[in-house]
């Protein structure tokens, strides 16, 4: 079975502060997918970045950066120089082939950026 | 390039009722999924289709949710003898292949009274 951890259940941050989203995993299997997603009061999940377990270098993209740890089992999050506009629920969640590809999600952190 | 549509976005029952909800997936996405989410959770897997297949159910999903999904493209989502604990929103999301990113339409939120 697939396991998510969100250890933070809220942050609240001044704007133009960093901030990092932790997400811990659990699974048996060596072939798996890593995602997170944006929740914004919309309520619309959108999809933010995914990596393969063999991939494990990091990834920046404009504000945001993810560090994939297999020896930790951890896919973390950083938003640097938050915005407003940031404020919303991110989800960490997991697939595995094995599972249908569905996914396991964490139960979020509420992140809110205060100006 | 539309993205996943669902209908309606709201949705408010009295407890008996029976309702239905409509999922429209990303043009050509083979795979589309059902998931429930409750306040303050993340969303939990119902079911998934690969084209017209339904190929898994979760043990969430008792006797009283069906889902199809004819012809592959769209899909609905019934419920009947609506509970108050159906109360929830149900989110709905289409990849291409089985192993690509899932994308997510608005949701549909149930409320029953």
């Known amino acids: 079975a697939q396991k998510v951890t969100q250890a933070q259940t809220e942050i609240s941050v001044v704007e133009k502060e960093d901030v990092t989203l932790d997400c811990v995993y659990e699974?048996?299997?060596?072939?798996?997918?890593l995602f997170w997603y944006k929740q914004p009061p919309s309520g619309e999940l959108v999809f933010l970045i995914r990596?393969?377990?063999?991939?494990?270098q990091n990834e920046i993209s404009g504000r945001y950066s993810w560090n994939f740890q297999k020896s930790t089992s951890s896919f973390n999050f950083t938003i640097t120089a938050s915005q407003v506009v940031d404020s919303a629920v991110y989800f960490c969640?997991?697939?595995?082939?094995?599972?249908?590809?569905?996914?396991?999600f964490g139960e979020g952190t509420q992140l809110t950026v205060n100006p | 390039d539309t993205g996943v549509s669902q209908n309606p976005r709201h949705k408010i029952t009295k407890r008996g009722q029976n309702v239905t909800f409509r999922c429209d997936p990303i043009?050509?996405?083979?795979?589309l999924y059902w998931y429930r989410q409750t306040l303050g959770q993340g969303p939990e897997f119902l079911t998934y289709?690969?084209?017209?297949?339904?190929?898994?159910k979760s043990r969430l999903l008792s006797d009283r949710f069906s889902a199809e999904r004819p012809k592959g493209s769209f899909s609905t989502l019934e419920i009947q003898r609506t509970e108050q604990g159906d109360s929830a929103m149900y989110l709905c999301?289409?990849?291409?292949?089985?192993?690509?990113?899932?994308?997510f339409g608005p949701g549909t939120r149930l409320t029953v009274l």
């Open positions: 699974t048996r299997d060596t072939t798996y997918y």
């Open positions: 990596r393969n377990s063999f991939d494990e």
């Open positions: 043009s050509e996405h083979n795979r």
């Open positions: 969640a997991l697939s595995v082939e094995t599972s249908g590809s569905r996914l396991t």
């Open positions: 999301a289409s990849s291409l292949a089985y192993i690509d990113t899932q994308y």
């Open positions: 289709f690969q084209n017209e297949a339904q190929l898994e």
